[in-house]
């Protein structure tokens, strides 16, 4: 699951970094406003999750983002 | 709310752009490089059209009107209402459309009113029009949708400048034979993710409305300005317009399968394509026709038809044409339309 979620994140960043789950967000160059709105909308799509800006804010690493979509339980 | 009204039909549809065509790619310079390329693979907008200071938005949708008048052999003497949708009238007063009956050489005894609205907008002239013609002795209406956007965005706000252009339109709707379902939805708890603060009445222009200002992301802008929410307004497209969609579809008691072809308004590329996903569209049936004029506001739905119906057409009869506007209110709404016998032009430069 972790690996599906790096490769859809990396795919929507447009990034060229070798992303992995501690990657600090901060080291993103892609992680601006296009790539929050991106986010938004995978979560959405891709895991039927809704999230808003203040969670993105407190998100400090690659795997916060990843606890923001993922399945409970 | 949804509803039905009867006895409808497109006669014709023209569209208008400016003749100024700006590369995304050569903002580089303001916004930097590998940026740019993201942003255009993102947004899908390659290049965007836009007007000189003094060209408006009703002069883009006058040239699409005599367009579609002269072609379609519509004496002007038989329109019996012009509806002008837009967000950049030509003044503060009086109704831009007003203006329009006296260029266009309309009847003095002709309706003539203005509705302010952007990316929903051409389906509110629609419904004003449909209303018109099932309720009064109207026989034909024409409508007019267009924006000047480009004016209103500071030349360093990345967020809105590499995104939005400018376009005008003219859509003929006379009473005929067909039956439109409607819906519509309003949610103005979002007014502030996607306005203009200043120039109305609840902030006057003012010396303090024209200071710049540099936001989170490195935008600048004034009060005077156009401001986009990025974030809101992708949340809720992603909830509102499926929602809209099947709206419309079930007062039609039509499933998705039967639609020929859905118009969405043309936001950016990134939204379309997650939409187009989330509905489990066919991708071919749901042009996305932004990438020589970007979002071009209520003019985007007729213009993505202009750009379109010859592709479309080579595919499908467009007799069940899904039309589906959203963003500034915040607000969706849609309708289901037969474009089979209607006469649509392709885009014209204006001044050509």
Known sequence: MENIFLEKLTEILDTQLNLDMDINLGNIEEWDSLGMVSFIAMADVEYGKKVIFSDLKNAQTVRDLYMLVKSEG | ?352
């Open chain 2, 1 to 352: 709310m949804q509803f039905t009204i009867n006895g409808l039909h497109i006669l014709g549809i023209a569209t208008v752009v400016p003749r100024r065509i700006t590369h995304i790619s050569d903002m580089g310079d303001v916004f930097g490089s590998a940026d740019i390329e993201r942003i255009i693979n993102s947004s899908g907008v390659q290049s965007i059209r836009s007007v000189d200071e003094k060209i408006c938005a009703s002069d883009l949708c006058i040239q699409a009107s005599e367009h579609l008048l002269s072609k379609i052999c519509v004496d002007r003497t038989t329109i019996d209402a012009v509806i002008f949708v837009s967000q950049t009238p030509d003044y503060r007063l009086p109704a831009t459309s007003a203006l329009m009956q006296q260029r266009l050489g309309l009847r003095n005894d002709v309706l003539a009113f203005d509705i302010n609205y952007g990316c929903s907008g051409y389906i509110y002239g629609l419904v004003q029009a449909a209303m018109l013609l099932s309720a009064t002795t109207c026989n034909k209406v024409l409508v007019c949708a267009g924006d000047t956007i480009t004016k209103l965005i500071h030349p360093k706000d990345r967020s809105a400048k590499v995104l939005f252009g400018d376009a005008g339109s003219a859509t003929i709707i006379e009473r005929g034979y067909e039956n439109w379902p409607f819906h519509f939805y309003t949610d103005g708890s979002g007014e502030k993710h996607l306005f203009v603060p200043a120039g109305g009445s609840r902030i006057p222009y003012h010396s303090n409305t024209c200071i710049e200002f540099t936001d989170e992301e490195g935008n600048i802008r004034t009060q005077n300005n156009l401001y986009m929410n990025g974030m809101e307004i992708m949340n809720f497209a992603l909830k509102y317009v499926p929602l809209s969609v099947e709206g419309v579809l079930v007062e039609s008691k039509l499933n998705k399968e039967d639609i020929n072809a859905f118009i969405f308004h043309q936001a950016n590329k990134l939204m379309l394509d997650f939409l187009i996903k989330k509905m489990k569209l066919p991708k071919d049936s749901a042009p996305i026709a932004l990438q020589n004029t970007g979002n071009t506001g209520p003019a985007s739905i007729p213009l993505a038809i202009s750009i379109k119906w010859r592709e479309l057409s080579e595919k499908t009869s467009l007799q069940k044409t899904l039309f589906c506007g959203f963003g500034v209110g915040l607000s969706t709404a849609s309708t289901i339309v037969d474009l089979s016998k209607t006469l649509i032009l392709g885009p014209c430069e204006y001044g050509s």
